[in-house]
Each structure stands twice: as C-alpha cells, then as structure tokens.
C-alpha cells in the first residue's frame, strides 16, 4: 500500500464499519463539492528505488568542490565520525519537542548540556536551547532590547549583510528602527557610534569576527553602548570564540551566533543552528525553549522545559516571540560536537582556521591579491584581486576549488579553516601563479 | 543518568585535528580570552554509551504510539534520511555560483511547483526555518501589501479565533498588530457574526486554521474568507492541519491569500526532538512581489534565485532549512497524485475510528465526523472521580503510548487531543482504545492510581514550579 499506510482492504472495510460509513467521502460531508479537487496536476507515485534514483540524478546536477576558501556565513570544517552517528539515532530523530518530560528525559539532558556548552564558549549566565539560525537569533537578541522608549537598533555595517536583512525585516515587523554603524579601515568606527547613540537606542549589534574577518575592539563598542544606555549584542563565530575574548569578558549583554561550524555540513544554507546566551537579568527575555533542573515525586534529578510563561504556547500575544520549533537536532549536534573536540581540539581548530587564513594572506600578497583592510582579522580577510574576481574564480573551479567570495566592488573575501591546510594553500597559490603573475 | 559532563575525566579526548604545519601565526595575546573553555574530556567511546542511553529514554515515533494532536507525528520514511545525506546536497556551499547549485534549485523549483498545486498558491518561498517562522512571514507580507496601498498605518488588527494555535496571536505581536478574538460556535466554526461585527476598515487579515484544532473543517469557510475580504483585509491559512486535506481540498480554493506549511509533520520529514522543521510561506500572485530575497523562480535555463521587486527582506539566512526540503520532495515524490489524497484520507479514517469507540466512554464535545483529530473533554470524568486529563495522559506513558496534546484548545476544558496519523495500523489503534478504555475504568474505580502514574518511567513527575522559582539552566560541578 503506497502513503506507508499499513491497512489491508479489510482492516479499512471493518473500521468503516465500526464508524458507519460506505465510503471514505462521507467523512468529508463538510467540505462543499465543487471545492474539491478532481485530480492533482501531481507526477505518480514512485517506488523507493525509482525515487532514489530521480533524486541522485538532481543531486548529481550539483557541483561538489575538494577545496573550500569560501565562507561568509558558511563554514568548512570537519565533522567527527561518532557526531553523525549520535545524531542519526531514530529517538532524537523522530521524537517532537520534549513537552512529556518523564518519556524524554534523554532529549532535555542532551539541551541542557548544549546550553553549558555555549554558556561557557560566550562567557554568558544563560542561554536557550536554540533558534533558527544565526540570523534570527540576531535579530531575535534586538527585539528583547526593545522598549517604549529606546526602539532603535544600530548594526554594525560589517556585519554578515543577511544578518542585516534580518534585523531589518523583523524590525519592520515590530515597527523598530534600524541604522547601520559606517566603518573605519574595516572596523566599526567607534566614533560614529558615539555620535548615533542617544536615549532612542535600545542595542548595538555587533559582529565578532566582522564579515570583513576582522577583529573588532568589543571591549571599547561595549563601554560605548552601555555609556548611553544601551545594550550590546555581540554575534560570535563559535569557533572563534575558543581564543578570542568571549562575549561575556567583553561586556556583551546578549551573545548570539550561527552554530553551523559546530559539525553541521554547509548543506546549501541548512538546516543551520541559531544559539542564544544572555545575562541573568536579561534571562526572563530570552525567546524560545529553556532546559531547566528540577526533581521528581520521588526526589530524582529530572529535566524540564522551563520559564515557559514566556512562551507563545501560554501567553499567546504577550509571548516574547512566536517561536515553536526550533532546531533541537543541529544543537543536539553542536553539543556532540564540542564533547568530541574537546577544549584542545576547539582550540586547535580555532588556531588552524588563524594560522591557515595568515599564511594564505601572506601567500596571495606574492600573487598581488593585497589586503585592503590593516586592522587584524582571524580566518577571513579581503582582498584586491589584479585580475578580475570572476577570471580567478573560473581558474580555481576549473581546478576544483572554490574559491573566495566576490564582493559587489570586485574585491574577494577569503576564508581559511583547519580543512584548507598548508598542502591546499600552497596547490591554490601554484594555480594562480599561472595568470597573477 | 550522569550528564555528559559527569563522564568527563582529565587526559581523555579524541584526536580529530592535527596540529598546524604553520604554527608560526598565532594570535595576539591582546584578543586571547581569559576564561578557559570547560568542555569535557571524553573518549569516542564514552560518547558513544552516553549518548545511546539517553537515546532510550526518549520516545520517538520508531518507539511508539505518537497522537500528539496537531503535531502530525507520522511516521518518517527512511528514505527521506538518505538522500538528505547525499554528500552533493550536504556538501553545496550556498554561496556556490548558481551554474554549480543547479541540483539544490532543483529541488526548491520542484518543491514549489508541488506544494503550490497541493495548496492552490502561486508561488512559495522555502526561507522561513518552521511553522511559526512560516506564520510571521505570511504576516510581514500581509504587512507590506497594505503599506503599499498606502492602508498600513489603518489596518492594525488581526482577527483569530479563539480555538487558534498560540503561536497565531505571537506572530500577530511580531508584526505590531493588535489581536482580536473571536468566538467559536455551537458547531466548533467560526462564529460568523462575531466575525461580521470584528472586520471593519482596521482589519489586516484573519488567522485560521481549517480544519480548526477542533478537528473540525468549517463549512463557512467560503463566506468566512468572504467577509474578511469585502472588509478589506487578507486572510491567512495555518497550515498546521493540512494532513486532514491534501490532495483533497486546496486553501488556495478556499479563498486564502496566504499560507504557511509545516513540512515537518504534514509531509513526513521528522521533527528531531524540536526541529530542524521547515515553514515554507505561500501566496497568491498578487503577494509574490513581497516575497523573501532570494525567491527560487523557474525560467527558459532552469532554475534561479531572484530578488521579489517589494521584497519583505529577508527572515534567515540563505534559503532556509534546505535539507528538510529535500526529505518531503523526497516524500511527495513517492507518494505522488494518488498517494497524498490517500494519506489524507487515511488520516482522517483512523481518527474517525478512533473517536467512535473512544466516545462509548468519553465526552466528544463536538458532533459530526472529524477530520485528523478530535478533542476529548474530560471535564465530567474529573468532576466525577478527580482524574483530571493530565492524570490520563501520564496513565499513558505507562503503557508506552505518547500522550495527546494537553489542554488545547483552550475553549475544550480537560482537553485531550487525539491525532493518531495514517501511517498507525488498525491494532496499534486498537491497542491505544483499549488502553485509553483500562484506564477510564481504573479512574471511575481507583482514581488514586491515576494521580500516582507515571510509574515506569525514567522520572516520574517533576517539580515545574521549582525549575521555573529557581532556574537551574546549565551544569556546574560540585564544589567539593
């Protein structure tokens, strides 16, 4: 039987029966009858195996590169074996959210350990169990700033510009303000930040590294914002935050970031993993699922969903988002990840993406691909090509490499991670020595 | 259980990442953190055995018995799994030049023209990440379209009714409107003259459900959307309950502007404890210029990416969780022209069955023949003997049986709603009435019981208030 419905003509017969019906249509006595649908405009049903093989074909009509030094926003980096076999166990698979605590206490274990995790990668009190993606949580992070009196956003102009958009079209939502923050030499110019604040300003966002791959002074941006009373939010590349200074030791209010380098295949754009970590005073804002420690009857340890008279599901149009589902999975994910890397592995990780984006930076300097930024960057930076972005590009595809992105004024934004080593830097460098020089 | 950090010991770990050959570079010390990083230090193996036994103690839809009503927890084909981890779909930067992503647009090309023929809309963005992500940007379009006729500023209300899913008025708050509710009716409907007095020239759009999370599919649904239209204002379709319908009847048809889908549960991609699901937002011709960045359109070389002219922005990144998409093109594909019909009527056969043996013993508030679900009142079996529905479903758990959804709707007091999805056989059906039926007459003759259950669970019932009064939300090892 097709639509893996199980029941045979007579179990169908015999509940029919049981219901009183002749025919299945009955039941539908409420929809009127020239409503329905004759027939859908839809290919027939396939058998696995026929199914299986249109899908291979359309996924061979894709390109798969060996090499990536492309990032802006999607990151390249290796998965452990033992995080896809964790993952794909059919109980995290299959189970909805973890409403009945006492028959999925193996889910919010799992939740409550990604929330330490990233608690301690941000330096934050308290995060949630995850949102949709790293820009929504952005996004999200400047909606709980928001009050009657400061219903402005300032985004950093180096922030990732789909980070922007976001921002945007949710402030538009809730009829907020957005303004972008000019830049200096790459950076967020702090002195035009000064002079954006004022009592109207609910937050500052920023992002760490920038989309330039830059470092930002947060530290400074944090004094600034909260100098005028306002919040900062602090988006973070999680495998950076292994060496940089987290959001916390920087002032951050609300820490936010795409979770997608912690073991989630690029997947042309998801499904990714939005992570959430605020102050304790900020904890009662936060959007989303929260995993808390409670007993049972019987004085055992036990997990539950928690502070949930935040949520849409209780307080309907008073919730502080409208958000249900989320991505439990890629944190379930992110969390096996992180315990199969370690701290060393995280931090190696982290120093191989800095130490490989330098050397290529050094290399492709020979070539007269410059730097147009001086201010320090971790493992993405931008550069001048001396021939056209879309001749390099061709060049490397040709090679099976894909190269950085080119920007709109005909620069490339590189990315370097533990994936692209100094063998595949030193092949990339010998391929454009061909035409750079 | 210990948590993974309790299994942590000093010396372990896996060995996954050489060192740099260019170790020369290292950071400034002026941007290192200070804090160290607390990750435990485990073996593969230890990740392994933790990890798996957490797995036991979830109940996942492979367990067991999963009528959540309104979450459409069928079962999920494997096959979905499989192709969704074809390294050229997992291995697609999505910044690739379009002439190597031609695969991915495929699928969303195809997803589109699918689900818009099952839907009777004209053009469907795959960018929002699940249902309620769908539902806030059906409103943003809603939103642009009024702002552009100049009528933005007027229309600042959006009507539910008061059996709507919570996430309809949250979604409603995220776009800066003002929720009006409306009442139900004798038959479970819309209250068609609560909704004639409610629309006026401040309405934006209605938010509706149908069938409703009664079960019920509301015969007005013509004059319904009729009424909101001659007001002025759009009216919105949740797609939560589609499962009941597909293939069958198309909101399109019904005079719904808008729709979102839970790809998640009606087109059997898995929910994964809580996600990755997928909200992809429909529309009618007139609302496509709105649509997100980056719409997926179909022209004389394929498929491409392109920029709607009043474009809302953008809700994510990127094209939204494209890997889900790729599991329910996968699901439509196998099921085909006959196939989806089929499973709807599958689905609403099973509740159909169930809710007529159910109702020899418990209050079925509503008459007529449902649709996927049902909602069971036990406001008389609590008067009666103190067994209230929470009672019943921890009975449940018991017996290995996931409960219904809980107290929802809010109109039906002591709710239980019963969804039990096509792909369930007649004696797993049969099995979950006789245990809904042990259970009725364990309430009417050892009602303490009930109060006492779960008994064979992982943990029995938790202290909600303590986790809420005193937040406890990450581990921190013991001091001594």
Redesign the interface.
């Known amino acids: 039987m097709?639509?893996?419905?199980?029941?045979n003509e007579d179990?169908?017969r015999?509940?029919?029966d049981?219901?009183?019906?002749s025919s299945?249509d009955?039941?539908?006595?409420?929809?009127?009858a020239d409503?329905?649908?004759k027939?859908?405009?839809?290919?027939?049903?396939?058998s696995?195996l026929e199914?299986?093989r249109?899908?291979?074909k359309?996924?061979?009509?894709?390109?798969?590169?060996s090499t990536?030094f492309?990032g802006?926003?999607?990151y390249?980096h290796?998965i452990?074996a033992?995080v896809g076999?964790?993952v794909?166990?059919?109980?995290?698979?299959?189970?909805?959210?973890?409403y009945?605590?006492?028959?999925?206490?193996?889910?919010l274990?799992?939740i409550?350990?990604f929330?330490?995790?990233i608690?301690?990668?941000t330096?934050m009190d308290?995060?949630n169990?995850?949102v949709?993606?790293?820009?929504?949580a952005a996004a999200e992070a400047t909606?709980m700033c928001r009050d009657r009196k400061r219903n402005k956003a300032l985004v950093s102009g180096a922030a990732?510009p789909?980070?922007i958009?976001?921002i945007?079209?949710?402030c538009?939502?809730?009829?907020s303000e957005v303004e972008l923050i000019p830049l200096k030499d790459g950076q967020t110019d702090i002195n035009a930040l000064a002079e954006m604040l004022d009592e109207t300003v609910s937050c500052v966002y920023l992002q760490q590294p920038n989309y330039y791959g830059i470092?930002e002074d947060a530290e400074a941006l944090a004094q600034a914002a909260h100098a005028a009373g306002a919040k900062l939010i602090m988006g973070v590349n999680p495998i950076a935050?292994?060496?940089?200074?987290?959001a916390?030791?920087c002032g951050a209010d609300i820490a936010v970031g795409?979770g997608q380098p912690l073991g989630m295949?690029?997947?042309?754009?998801?499904?990714?993993l939005g992570f959430m970590a605020t102050t304790n005073a900020l904890?009662r804002k936060l959007p989303g699922?929260?995993?808390?420690?409670?007993?049972?009857?019987?004085g055992?340890r036990?997990f539950?969903l928690?502070?949930?008279?935040r949520?849409?599901?209780?307080?309907?149009?008073?919730?502080s988002?409208?958000?249900?589902?989320?991505?439990?999975?890629?944190a379930?994910t992110a969390?096996?990840y992180?315990?199969?890397?370690?701290?060393?592995?995280?931090?190696?990780?982290a120093?191989?993406c800095?130490?490989?984006a330098?050397?290529l930076a050094d290399k492709l300097a020979e070539l007269g691909f410059v730097r147009i930024h001086k201010t320090?960057f971790?493992h993405e930076f931008v550069t001048r090509p001396p021939l056209a972005a879309d001749k390099v590009?061709d060049l490397l595809?040709k090679h099976d490499i894909?190269g950085g992105?080119p920007l709109a004024n005909g620069d490339i934004l590189w990315c370097a991670t533990?994936m692209t080593?100094?063998e595949e830097i030193d092949e990339m460098i010998r391929i454009l020595e061909e035409v750079a020089k | 259980?210990e948590?993974?950090?309790e299994r942590s010991h000093s010396g372990r770990?896996?060995?996954?990442?050489?060192?740099?050959?260019?170790?020369?570079?290292?950071?400034?010390e002026q941007?290192?953190?200070?804090?160290?990083?607390?990750?435990?230090?485990?073996a593969?193996v230890d990740?392994?055995r933790h990890?798996?036994?957490?797995?036991?103690?979830?109940?996942?839809?492979?367990?067991g018995f999963?009528p959540?009503g309104s979450?459409t927890?069928?079962?999920?084909?494997k096959?979905g799994?499989?192709?969704a981890a074809?390294?050229?779909?997992?291995?697609?930067?999505?910044?690739?030049?379009a002439?190597?992503?031609?695969?991915?647009l495929?699928?969303l090309g195809?997803a589109q023209q699918?689900l818009c023929?099952?839907t009777g809309m004209d053009a469907m963005s795959f960018q929002p990440?699940?249902?309620?992500?769908g539902?806030?940007t059906g409103?943003?379009l809603i939103?642009?379209y009024h702002h552009s006729r100049g009528d933005g500023a007027k229309r600042t209300k959006v009507i539910v009714p008061d059996s709507a899913?919570?996430?309809n008025?949250?979604?409603?708050?995220?776009?800066?409107y003002?929720?009006v509710n409306v009442p139900s009716n004798a038959e479970g409907g819309v209250d068609l003259d609560a909704l004639r007095a409610a629309v006026g020239p401040d309405t934006a759009a209605l938010m509706l459900t149908n069938p409703n999370t009664l079960g019920?599919?509301?015969?007005n649904?013509?004059e319904i959307t009729k009424i909101v239209h001659d007001a002025g204002g759009l009216v919105y379709y949740d797609g939560a309950n589609l499962n009941a319908?597909m293939?069958?009847?198309?909101p399109g048809?019904?005079g719904f502007d808008v729709i979102h889908l839970n790809i998640?549960k009606t087109f059997?991609t898995?929910?994964?404890?809580?996600?990755?699901?997928s909200g992809p937002c429909g529309c009618k011709a007139f609302l496509a210029p709105f649509l997100?960045?980056d719409q997926i359109k179909e022209n004389a070389e394929g498929y491409c990416l392109t920029q709607p002219a009043q474009s809302?922005?953008?809700?994510?990144?990127?094209?939204?969780?494209?890997?889900?998409v790729?599991k329910a093109?996968?699901y439509?594909?196998?099921?085909?022209?006959?196939?989806?019909?089929?499973?709807a009527?599958?689905s609403?056969?099973?509740a159909?069955?169930m809710k007529?043996?159910l109702s020899e013993v418990y209050d079925v508030p509503y008459d007529?023949?449902c649709?996927h679900e049902f909602v069971l009142s036990l406001e008389k079996l609590k008067h009666e003997t103190g067994v209230s529905a929470l009672d019943v479903?921890?009975a449940l758990?018991d017996n290995g049986i996931?409960?219904p959804t809980m107290y929802?709707p809010l109109i039906v007091h002591e709710a239980l709603m019963i969804e039990p999805t096509?792909?369930?056989?007649?004696e797993t059906l049969d099995r979950a009435i006789q245990v809904f039926m042990d259970i009725y007459h364990a309430a009417t003759a050892d009602a303490e019981s009930l109060h006492q259950a779960?008994r064979h669970?992982?943990?029995?019932?938790?202290?909600?208030t303590?986790?809420?009064r005193n937040?406890?939300?990450?581990?921190t090892p013991d001091k001594d």
Request: aromatic content about 8%; hydrophobic content about 40%; proline content about 6%.
């Open positions: 097709a639509s893996y419905i199980p029941m179990e169908r015999e509940m029919m049981t219901i009183g019906i299945l009955e039941m539908y006595v409420n929809i009127p409503m329905r649908v027939k859908l405009n839809l290919p027939e049903g396939r696995e199914t299986r249109l899908m291979e359309i996924s061979a009509k894709n390109k798969r590169f990536i492309r802006a926003g999607a390249w290796y452990p033992i076999a964790v794909n166990k059919e109980e995290f698979v299959t189970a909805y959210t973890p009945q605590a006492e028959i999925s206490q193996g889910v274990q799992a409550i350990v929330q330490t995790m608690a301690n990668l330096g308290v995060t169990a995850s949709y993606d790293g820009a929504s909606n990732n789909m980070v958009d976001t945007k079209t949710y538009f939502g809730n009829d470092i935050a292994a060496l940089l200074k987290s916390g030791e795409e295949p690029l997947s042309f754009g998801g499904p990714y904890m699922r929260i995993v808390g420690e409670t007993v049972d009857v019987d055992k036990a539950v928690t502070l949930q008279a949520e849409q599901h209780i307080r309907r149009e008073k919730a988002s409208n958000i249900c589902s989320n991505q439990n999975l890629c379930l969390s096996v992180l315990a199969a890397i370690g701290t060393e592995g995280l931090q190696r990780v120093q191989n800095y130490a490989h330098h050397y320090p971790f590009m595809a894909l992105l533990e080593t100094k | 259980m948590l993974l950090f770990s896996l060995e996954n990442i050489p060192a740099t050959t260019v170790s020369e570079y290292q950071l400034p941007f290192a953190r200070r804090t160290p990083l607390d990750l435990p230090s485990l593969e990740i392994s990890y798996t036994e957490l797995s036991h103690h979830v109940h996942g839809v492979n367990c999963y959540l979450c927890m069928k079962y999920n084909p096959i799994e499989e192709i074809l390294p050229n779909f997992t291995q697609i930067h999505p910044l690739q030049p002439q190597t992503t031609k695969g991915c495929e699928v195809l699918y023929e099952i990440a699940a249902g309620a992500h539902e806030f409103l943003l939103k642009a899913h919570g996430t008025p949250a979604s409603a708050t995220m776009n800066g003002t929720t019920i599919f509301d015969k649904i013509l319908v293939g069958l009847v198309r048809d019904m998640h059997g898995p929910h994964g404890g809580g996600g990755p699901g997100p960045k809302i922005g953008r809700v994510r990144s990127f094209y939204g969780n494209f890997l889900v790729v093109l996968t439509i594909l196998m099921l085909g022209a006959k196939g989806i019909p089929e499973a009527q599958g609403v056969l099973n159909n069955y007529t043996k007529g023949f649709m479903a921890k758990m996931h409960p929802f096509e792909t369930e056989s007649k779960p669970t992982t943990v029995r019932r938790l202290d909600e303590r986790a809420a937040p406890v939300l990450k581990y």
